[in-house]
């Protein structure tokens, strides 16, 4: 799961080599919609096959390798359509498979140590997984359009300036309440909820945990730090 | 301040000089979440969607700016300024900074600096270690956990709001957990309430 010896990837790899590296990298691809299945094609060849920004795919994953942010590179307006595809997908991994399979691990894990602790934990995880669903809507349904919005009418030169309910400092509090209930689980797990009968389950919900903390981090970051910037400078040029 | 990541800005026109000290402090072994800035009035964009704890400034980009930067400086009273210096600078605009780093400063010194600022605001999170809960702790603990408000707890308690927010404030540090569901399941665990409470 986690990269060591941070390669710093550039577009002329092979990208059979970066998955062997860091296989992170796979759950990389599929968020942008890449096939698995990558021959001796290079990082540039696959992108450009399934027009994907080879730029904007190399920057994040060199986060996926460990780097941070100021040293990937810089963006334009002209990312932000990949970037959203990027974050949409990863919308659907958290919400179809990631989070339902740590809660499938917690209901399994309450058959083997009905204990009142792993029946609160498991309260806890569904009320956690459904404000979880309703950001990853909020997201869906009004930020990401309302980017597209701004971007249409950045290239058609038009002003925007319509209304609309899209609050940065809301989308960034969300964020880390996600991530700091995340953490409340993982340290639950790890050091207080007594073990009965549990120990493979327990490694693997835990494992699971910090697998979508991993891909949640880089996530905020790519929001936060790299689309709310560029959103920033849209809205300025516009209104 | 919160300690599991730290986020610094900095505004340096040099990219040698940015991407060496960005390496440097990526290899303190904190965490640090690094912005670059273009100019002074990035400092305000950034930080409305994360609280800056540090901002790191080549003086050269204040110099004429003194009434801005310090507009800047008044608009965010916790992030602690520093200034970057490689070249001479009149002492009065140094004056403008909480700390500076020397650019022939060594990386122990520079590591340092950054301990020392952390550390002064925060010393309970540098002890997270000691998870032991003192005994007012417990028991603003019990009664958050069965559903008291601030309010509630500090009339129980005949303490301030602003007291029970404090206390709140360290459990969270001890212990590493932040919501209110997650310390009820702390509690039952650790026995500090029998489950038959919370479910009264």
């Not at chain 1, 990631?98 to 934990?121: D, F, G």
């Not at chain 1, 120990?199 to 494992?207: A, H, P």
């Not at chain 2, 209110?180 to 409470?197: R, V």
Request: contains cysteine.
């Amino acid at each position: 799961m986690y990269q060591t010896n941070r390669k710093y990837i550039t577009p002329d790899m092979k990208m059979s080599d970066l998955i062997l590296d860091n296989p992170s990298i796979l759950l990389l691809m599929e968020h942008f919609g890449l096939d698995l299945i990558v021959h001796e094609k290079t990082v540039i060849q696959l992108c450009d096959q399934n027009k994907i920004n080879s730029k904007v795919f190399t920057a994040f994953a060199n986060m996926y390798n460990g780097f941070s942010l100021s040293e990937v590179d810089t963006f334009t307006k002209n990312d932000i359509a990949d970037i959203i595809l990027y974050l949409r997908n990863s919308h659907n991994y958290y919400e179809n498979e990631k989070y339902p399979e740590i809660r499938n691990y917690i209901q399994e894990l309450y058959l083997k140590n009905s204990s009142a602790e792993i029946k609160l934990i498991d309260k806890f995880f569904d009320e956690y997984f459904e404000e979880v669903k309703e950001h990853l809507s909020y997201e869906n349904r009004i930020a990401f359009p309302y980017f597209n919005e701004l971007l249409h009418f950045s290239d058609s030169g038009k002003s925007g300036g319509g209304k609309h309910d899209f609050s940065v400092r809301d989308y960034s509090e969300h964020h880390t309440d996600i991530e700091s209930k995340l953490n409340d689980l993982k340290e639950l797990l790890l050091k207080h909820v007594p073990i009965q009968n549990d120990k493979t389950l327990r490694r693997k919900i835990i494992v699971s945990l910090f697998e979508l903390e991993y891909d949640l981090t880089i996530h905020s970051a790519i929001e936060e730090t790299i689309l709310m910037p560029l959103i920033g400078n849209l809205e300025k040029n516009i209104n | 301040m919160n300690t599991d990541s730290l986020n610094i800005a900095i505004l340096e026109p040099s990219e040698i000089i940015f991407q060496g000290l960005s390496n440097l402090l990526l290899k303190s072994g904190k965490h640090f979440q690094i912005y670059r800035l273009d100019n002074l009035s990035g400092i305000s964009s950034t930080a409305q969607f994360k609280p800056l704890d540090f901002v790191i400034i080549n003086p050269g980009q204040i110099q004429n700016k003194n009434k801005e930067f310090i507009a800047v400086k008044k608009s965010l009273p916790d992030t602690n300024w520093i200034g970057l210096v490689y070249t001479f600078y009149d002492q009065q605009l140094l004056s403008l900074f909480d700390k500076t780093i020397h650019i022939t400063d060594s990386l122990e010194s520079i590591n340092d600096l950054f301990h020392k600022l952390i550390n002064s605001e925060n010393q309970i999170g540098q002890n997270s270690e000691q998870e032991n809960l003192s005994d007012r702790e417990l028991e603003v603990l019990k009664l958050l956990v069965t559903g008291c408000s601030n309010k509630e707890i500090a009339d129980k308690l005949f303490i301030s709001i602003h007291t029970v927010v404090s206390h709140r404030k360290n459990i969270s540090l001890k212990t590493g957990i932040k919501s209110q569901a997650g310390l009820t399941i702390y509690a039952i665990s650790n026995k500090i309430i029998q489950i038959e409470d919370y479910q009264n």
